[in-house]
């Protein structure tokens, strides 16, 4: 029982008690009195009976005359003369059984009534005496009446004051509540303000937790900016803001190792001619805010590419890295960017601007990124050479079914419907070489040609409106695995599903089939997809919040200062992006980077796991700053070593 709740006990036990004993003392000081006004009755009865016998005639007739017309004209329960030698000669009786009174009341509050006697008297000699004693019925309604008017007026006290006292600890109850949920909410990465309570003796706790919130907030604050920098300085080149050659090599690995992103796109670089000479002319300062120009120049020329990765990779180079984009889009955009470049009124002294060169090419997945890397580089140097954009190579596309959005319409709706999809499975291990959980990725099987990986066929499905469909596709083929195994399962939604209509409602019904198994099923988010404010991501989170399932962001890394807000909606785990994970042994600050967001996570009591993880160095280095399990072609290799 709760302190208020024993408080309010106390008090509504003490009025009661109160109450009950006013209520005693009231009915017994009505009894004494009815009584006293009772005997008083049989006296002054006996006394006027007595006088009015002595005055008349002493015959027997007479006398029972004044007798009977007494006890018929007044409430005596019995009158009684006996006569001088204690013979009864008269006496008029009658059952004293007050009529509407309980019998409880007459057990429980007696009335002691002594008859009232007086002698009748012949001149002087005493002829005998006479008792008279009153009848108790119409004290006894008179006091039951007194007895239902006081109780009702006791009860309504009572429950008036039940009810005050209740409305009162209610009253002081409410801050507490907001107290109490105020301290969960900081627990839960949610930081309110609370108004000043009205009960003063609250207003210091209040005040102090309100601190205590504003401090974690900024704590938290300190963290994700303390975060961001180390981001900045691993990933990000110091004078221009954009990504740096060794994360923009971890981006192109990923994109040429992971089988759920295009299996084809083109990489560029730009140069800068002649910055030898301009640092010259004009020195180291006022060239890097040209190199910081061109950077922003670039970046405004690519805004709206979502998957996009641009970096410096020298001191006059820039590259550019365009996922799923053929040579013919890879040429239009790169002469906007050159557009965009040369556009700069970036005069110094003599010379006449800024030149420089670009070129273009095509991969496809399964290349080796030093490969692909050396060949954008010869390709630049004939650029130079030529004074013009080249476009490197043929086509490295992988062969497609279809073309053109009706036809992929056709044949994603056909899949649906004769549930032709397949998942396959890749393990995550924790770093002991545990399973964690299996990740489960969509497939799509094509009529004698390849099978479509969802890097290769989801694209078109967004564009189709088919997104959702196919995730629930795949959520469907993963809730029906977990008959099959006890593992914890993972499995991908795109982030645009989020904000499909119906999506969520059709979610909220395959997880309740999965009934007790919905525990073991945890859904992915990819970072890249989400806006600033996590669009439909908390709506997400309760609908897994209430089957027991599990939320999970996988390639993290972008939006690190959402870190307390993803932990607001109970975020089970995240994976580190695999562009931080590249080389990470060789990389100090990606080194101090993920020990930052591994510490503030387990602080969160999140999970954090590495994505694409290529080699056992990679993995040692991981499972040395704290990450608590891998995923990627090691993990495989592992899983298939332990049999």
């Known amino acids: 029982m709760s302190l208020l709740k024993r408080l309010w006990v106390s ?58 017309a007494l006890f018929d004209g007044g409430h005596y329960r019995s009158i009684r003369f006996v006569d001088a030698s204690g013979k009864v000669s008269i006496e008029r009786a009658q059952p004293d059984h007050p009529d509407e009174v309980p019998g ?99 207003r210091s706790m209040a005040a102090a937790l309100n601190h205590m919130s504003e401090r974690v907030r900024a704590l938290f604050a300190e963290q994700a900016a303390r975060i961001e920098r180390l981001r900045d300085e691993g990933s990000r080149d110091p004078g221009t803001g ?44 006022h060239t890097d805010e ?41 040429r239009r955009i790169f ?26 090419m095509a991969y496809r997945r399964g290349e080796v990124p030093g490969t692909v890397l050396a060949r954008v580089d010869s390709a630049l140097m004939r650029a130079e050479a030529q004074g013009a954009l080249v476009v490197d190579g043929e086509e490295a596309g992988v062969p497609l079914p279809v073309r053109g959005e009706g036809e992929w319409r056709t044949l994603i709706e056909g899949a649906l419907a004769r549930r032709e999809f397949t998942l396959v499975e890749y393990p995550v291990l924790a770093g002991d070489g545990a399973l964690a959980h299996r990740e489960f990725m969509l497939r799509l099987p094509t009529a004698g040609g390849p099978v479509l990986t969802a890097g290769q066929f989801m694209p078109a499905a967004v564009r189709v409106g088919l997104a959702s469909a196919c995730d629930l596709e795949a959520l469907r083929l993963g809730i029906e695995r977990l008959a099959g195994t006890a593992d914890p399962v993972a499995i991908n939604v795109a982030p645009r ?13 395959l997880l309740a089939t999965a009934g007790p198994g919905a525990s073991r099923v945890a859904v992915e988010v990819s970072e890249r997809g989400l806006d600033a404010n996590l669009a439909g991501l908390e709506a997400l989170a309760e609908v897994l919040a209430r089957h027991g399932a599990h939320l999970g962001i996988e390639h993290f890394g972008r939006q690190l200062a959402a870190l307390p807000r993803l932990y607001a909606i109970r975020l089970a785990y995240l994976k580190l992006d695999g562009s931080f994970v590249a080389g990470l042994h060789e990389n100090p600050g990606h080194q101090r980077l993920v020990r930052a967001i591994v510490d503030v996570a387990r602080g969160l009591n999140v999970v954090v796991y590495a994505e694409q993880v290529h080699s056992a160095e990679e993995w040692a280095a991981a499972a040395a700053l704290g990450v608590g399990g891998m995923t990627g072609p090691e993990a495989s290799r592992r899983l298939v070593a332990q049999g």
């Not at 990923?254 to 730009?270: H, K, N, Q």
């Not at 405004?300 to 996009?308: C, F, H, T, V």
């Not at 599903?497 to 019904?509: A, G, K, M």
């Open 497 to 509: 599903s989020l904000i499909e209509p119906d999506f969520l409602e059709r979610l909220d019904v």
């Open 335 to 360: 002469e906007g960017v050159l557009s965009a470049v040369t556009a700069l009124d970036l005069q110094a002294g003599e010379a006449g601007g800024l030149r420089a060169h670009a070129a273009v």
């Open 11 to 68: 008090v509504v036990v003490a009025m009661g008690l109160v109450l009950i004993g006013a209520f005693a003392v009231s009915l017994l000081t009505a009894r004494g009195y009815f009584e006293q006004q009772l005997r008083a009755q049989s006296s002054d009865g006996a006394v006027s009976l007595a006088l009015s016998m002595s005055q008349q005639n002493k015959d027997a007739a007479t006398m029972e005359l004044l007798v009977t």
């Open 104 to 202: 409880w009341l007459v057990r429980v509050l007696p009335m002691d009534v002594r008859p009232g006697q007086a002698q009748v008297s012949d001149g002087w000699r005493q002829i005998g005496v006479v008792s008279v004693e009153a009848a108790r019925g119409y004290a006894y309604r008179s006091l039951w009446r007194g007895v239902l008017q006081l109780g009702s007026l006791m009860l309504a006290i009572g429950l008036f004051w039940a009810m005050a006292v209740s409305a009162l600890l209610r009253w002081v109850r409410r801050p507490l509540a907001e107290m109490a949920e105020q301290a969960e909410a900081i627990g839960a990465g949610q930081f309110r303000v609370l108004a000043e309570p009205e009960v003063v003796e609250l």
């Open 290 to 330: 040209w190199l910081a120009a061109v950077g922003k120049a670039m970046q405004a020329s690519l805004e709206g590419l979502e998957d996009g990765a641009l970096a410096r990779v020298g001191g006059a180079e820039f590259a550019v890295l365009l996922p799923g984009d053929g040579l013919d889009a890879g």
């Open 242 to 285: 954009l990504l740096n050659r060794a994360c923009f090599s971890g981006e192109l690995r990923r994109v040429l190792t992971d089988a759920d992103v295009p299996a084809t796109g083109c990489i560029g670089m730009l140069r800068i001619a002649d910055l030898a000479s301009l640092n010259q002319k004009l020195g180291r300062a």
